[in-house]
């Protein structure tokens, strides 16, 4: 979805972000280097899962939560681990206080995820688009996450949601982008950001993703289970940002022949 934007921010809902990549904080060997990938990355959004920072909160252990600078950042609280859309619901409203209790009070947005399938994590479309509507009539910016449905993707984005959240493949898998066509597909009909959300592995699987016109990408194990986080975090950086100017740049046209890159006319003839 190419926008009218001089600098070319991210734009969700009434946010500007100047960042395209989104990043995680789950499987880093420690919160130091969960902090140091995330500061590398130059994100401007990251998400927490909620069940677990509230889980850490009630055993009184220290959380990532405490550890960001969120005058810089902004908070996508998410709800990883629910089976149900009712059970989402509820997450999403714990994740709007811990937003007010970092400070950010205008912060309603929550990445919704409704996972039933514990084997592939594969997201439950019907209570992801029955959470969807309740929380968006709830006046939460939902960032959904889904299955590369391009009937679902459009269902959602009817119904308010203020961006589109599609696998490239299972979660934490780096098996990159299984479900191409139907990516491109949902980034075709949609007037809302669409962010490519789990599976991408490389670099070069962000940048391809960017290339034909997600608006952002969000990751987390890519980057967390690398062996230098933060190298990988600024990798991911730099692949976003090319992807991007390739895509507002326009590739060239295919063609089946060679073209010569030489032109015909002037060419010096040897007698």
Not at 39 to 49: D, F, G, H, L, R
Not at 128 to 142: C, D, G, P, R
Not at 169 to 187: A, D, E, F, R, V
Not at 198 to 220: D, V, W
Request: contains cysteine.
């Amino acid at each position: 979805m190419k926008k009218n934007n001089s600098e070319d921010n991210l734009i969700i809902g009434n946010k500007i972000f100047t960042s395209r990549l989104m990043v995680g904080t789950g499987k880093y060997k420690n919160i130091k280097e969960a902090i140091e990938s995330i500061e590398a990355s130059k994100t401007s959004i990251v998400t927490v899962a909620i069940r677990r920072t509230h889980y850490a909160k009630k055993m009184g252990k220290s959380n990532l939560i405490d550890g960001l600078n969120w005058k810089k950042l902004w908070l996508l609280p998410n709800t990883a681990g629910c089976e149900t859309a009712e059970e989402a619901i509820r997450i999403a409203i714990l994740g709007k206080e811990i937003n007010k209790r970092i400070g950010q009070i205008d912060n309603n947005f929550i990445k919704l995820e409704v996972i039933s399938d514990s084997k592939y994590l594969l997201p439950d479309p019907i209570g992801t688009l029955k959470a969807a509507e309740y929380l968006v009539n709830q006046k939460f910016s939902v960032l959904p996450y889904i299955y590369p449905d391009p009937i679902l993707a459009k269902q959602l984005e009817d119904i308010g949601c203020k961006t589109i959240m599609p696998l490239g493949s299972p979660i934490g898998s780096g098996q990159g982008l299984k479900n191409l066509y139907n990516i491109q597909k949902i980034i075709e009909n949609a007037k809302v950001p669409v962010i490519v959300d789990a599976g991408i592995g490389t670099s070069s699987e962000a940048n391809q993703a960017m290339e034909i016109g997600a608006s952002a990408i969000l990751l987390n194990t890519a980057i967390a289970k690398s062996k230098n986080p933060q190298l990988m975090a600024h990798a991911m950086k730099l692949a976003i940002i090319s992807g991007r100017k390739c895509y507002l740049a326009g590739k060239m046209i295919q063609k089946i022949q060679a073209n010569p890159s030489s032109p015909n006319d002037g060419v010096l003839k040897l007698i």
